[in-house]
């Protein structure tokens, strides 16, 4: 009998660790979750799941559910209703403006850093070959150097810019999760209600 209620425990186990095969994709920065069983998504983007018979809810950006990947999305309140959001005094609008041109900045460092590396590999590998007349090696030599320079401006855009990035969208999700709207009665009857939390 102990036997039995041994291999049924086992079996069971198994059984659990083969159902839990989905993966959940958090925000940036945030490692993925993997083995887990994805019960439900809420809000576009908002996945319950169970992992280790806990049972847990995360903001996430993709999952992968059955084998099938899936990029999620937050249900977005309209922009015109956010255009009165706030936070910490500026406006949602404020605060996107500034990411958008934080993001574009960001990829202008992206290519910064590879033009450079290229340049700088190109260069280097060239003059270390040695075959090269006094002309090419001038030539060679600041491909090398402005390749390093290059490369260095373009990680520092790189970083500054991707974290300004990351502020503004995190003070977006703050004004908009200021902003509220409900059903509920109004002067006219029933009809929407839009509320600022600040």
Known sequence: MKSA????VFVFSILMIHAQHDVIYPEIGKTSIRKCTITNVTKGNVVHYVKDSLTSVIEAVAIKRDGKYMDLYPEEIDDVLLQDATYEDKSYNYYKKQYNSAIKARNIGIGLTIAGLGA??????TLGSGH???ESKGILTILYIGGGVLTNAGIILWIAEGSR?????????RARNNVNLSLGFTN???GLHLTFNN
Do not use: E, H, P, S
Not at 5 to 8: G, K, R, S
Not at 120 to 125: A, F, N, Q, T
Not at 165 to 170: D, K, V
């Open 5 to 8: 209620f041994l291999i049924m």
């Open 132 to 134: 090269n007349d006094n």
């Open 188 to 190: 006219n009857g029933i």
């Open 120 to 125: 700088g590999v190109i260069g280097g590998l």
């Open 165 to 173: 990035a990351a502020n503004n969208y995190r003070a977006m999700k």
